[in-house]
C-alpha cells in the first residue's frame, strides 16, 4: 500500500512538472519579454529588424541599432568559434 501512495505521489510530482514546464515557463518567459519590450519603447528606443525580420535590436538611431548588430554578431562566432576549438580538444 506505501509504494502504490509513493508511486501515485511521485507521478502525480511528474504531471505538475511537467505542465510548469510545458505552460507557465513559456507564459512567464513571453510576459517578461513583453514587459521588457514596452520598458524600451517607453524610453524612446525603435525596433529595427534584420536578416529579414528574425533579430529585431532596440536603439534610438539606426547607427546605434547598426552597431549593436555587429557586436553581437562578432560575440555569436567568438562564442561558436570557442565551442569548436573547444570541440576539437575534447576529439
Known sequence: MKTINIICYLATVYLVSLFVRSVILPKVRQW???YKE???LKKGNKKFYFE???VIVFAHT???ANAKYK???SNL???HHAILEQNRKQA
Open 77 to 79: 562566432k567568438k562564442k
Open 62 to 64: 539606426q547607427e546605434q
Open 52 to 54: 529579414k525580420n528574425k
Open 32 to 34: 517578461l519579454y513583453n
Open 71 to 73: 557586436k553581437m554578431k
Open 38 to 40: 514596452k520598458q524600451l
